[in-house]
């Protein structure tokens, strides 16, 4: 009896521990659940995308954050294969074969791995991967779980410094200045080509010490070494800012030259020193004819004593020696106003290159300083964005200057040719007048009087011109008359002159033009100095293609000003109203639709960045493009593909050139009308002209910007 009261208690005492184990568990569930609840709101709060696969690439878990990006509602992918689902199919083989040597365990780094990823609309974004494993009890890899983080706006930004950079460093191996830079440990980081000419040899890593013996650099007589310390860019690197110091370079090959040199370090934002620059100008040509000159004057003077002796024994041939005297006067004031010349000649140079040194420093003082800063430290976006549209405004004034070079250089050469159209005066006066009364509100000028007078009605106001040279010659005076003025009024319009002649003008009540000055204010490289004693922006080009560009078209121009009272800009210009006959080539219906979906577009190109540029910039509006980067193999995919609706053929090509590959198109028996526009970055050969003789539709000229490619394409899909 009591064995069996002792079992009863035994049974109690069970019943109760299973009931306290029961309540532990269902507690530990609760916590458990807890604990879910509140780690799925830790990821769904995240910014970036956490993200894990399965061995097969399954996806078993995706956050809210990756979610949106990728452009599904929640929970839409969950279980769906990550790389059929959100892989571009052109990266979709890479990326898995990575992943599944990653899940082997043959891939040491997997910790951070970049790759592509397509929304749920198609837009293409890069993804960085931060990567750990999944492991069961047994430490065996079950799968990937990762966060990422969206850098296609920083990808973005590295393709468009690596343009910047690379146009830069054109521009700079085109100047016939050698340009050298290193950084703040003295280790060379540029040496354009003009340098490698000036020392014979090429940029190599090299300590300051040894400069001077390896690129044969000397003092001022050309017989001593320098010293470390006295080399120009060594100085530069010790915080000096210097012009015109004179040094002799001795070539591998060749004469010794006369070089001045120009420098000034390279400081950060935190005015810490990062590095030097200098600029060498080759001045051997007129050291030796300034020694030649010296030479000639002893010559000349060592004559005259020996005739002033010869005077005393030779009396009867005075006569004979005062016209010899008058003769070598007569000489020596030809030689000096050919020095002179010489003098003025070299001083328009040497400003006109120190100017075009501040307009190029100016604007690559941006691109490079807020290319440097989006490399260094991630911005917000919206500060990305203003530093990228600083870089691109700069980029385009950088071009602004060349495209003014180059249209002197034109203009020299009898190459600038006009295309006369038809055009509506009173359109154009209009366009211009909002132009710039916004351009007088962004200068902050917007108290100064803007009025725009039309000397005729609409119907009378058409007149044959070439607009886009028009629009040129009073964008220069226009901005002229805004640069200058800082009160009153600004007016500019036309009027009738005369049965056949028109009179533009443009008046301003700004500081007006010295009259010493006037008579040079149309010369090339010439700038009226500013009253105010501001330094003024600009080329020193403008008014002098405005008024070469008015003498093209059949007119003059002339300035009439007082100082401190304004200036007034007239030209003149034919009054005719013909049509003009228009290019059969070209459509005239412009097409503002960029949809490709569906055309077929073959791009002939070898430069690798404009190709990859314009396929960024294609592919997103739908078309199928083909891709070649020989003019052979581009003829070869236009006889092997009848699908192909356009072709962009650059003209300069490696093997054969673009036009040869138009007329091999046209002389086909089949396609041969599709249309082809033409390409190409030589400015001065007159491509043009010869792309639409060779049976080419358009032609557009490097660099272009995304609108008007698309345009351009637009017109013929």
Known sequence: MNK?????????????KLKEQKEELIKAKEQAEESKETAERYLNIAAEIILSLDLDGNISLLNDSGHRLLGYEKGELIGKNWFTTCIPEDSRNSVRQIFNKTVQGNIENVK???SPVITKTGERKTILWHNSYLRDKNQKITGILTSGEDITERKEAEKQLEKSEHFISALLDNLNVGVVACNEEGILTYFNKKSEEFHGLPQKNLPPE??????????????????????????????????????????KEGNSLFILVSGQPIKNAQGSITGAVVAMHDITDRKLAKAQLVKLNQKLKKQNEKIALQNEEYETLNEELNEKNQELQRINMELEKAKEQAEESDHLKSAFLANMSHEIRTPMNGIIGFSQMLQEKEYPRDKQKKFLDIINSRGNQLLQIINDIVDVSKIEAGQLQLEFQNSCLNDVIQELYNIYFNELKSKGKEHITLKANKGLDRKSSYISIDPYRFKQIMDNLLINAIKFTQEGAIEFGYKLQSENTLLFYVRDTGVGILDDQQNHIFDRFRQSEDLTDKIQEGTGLGLAISKKLVELMNGSMCVDSKEGEGSVFYFTLPYKTESVKKNKKHKENKQEQYEGKGKTLLIVEDDSVSLEYMKELLEPHGFTLILSETGEEGYKKFREMPEIDLILLDLKLPDISGLDVIRKIRASTYNNDVPVIAQTAYVMSGDAQKSIDAGCDDYISKPFDSKELLEKTGKFI
């Open 210 to 251: 040894e400069w001077a013996d390896y690129y044969n650099i000397f003092t001022v007589d050309g017989k001593t070494k320098m010293n470390t310390e006295d080399i120009p860019l060594y100085r530069a690197l010790r915080g000096e800012y210097f012009n015109e110091i004179e040094t002799v370079i001795k070539p």
């Open 112 to 114: 951070l791995v970049e």
């Open 4 to 16: 069996d009261k002792l079992s009863n208690e035994e049974l109690q005492d069970v019943n109760l």
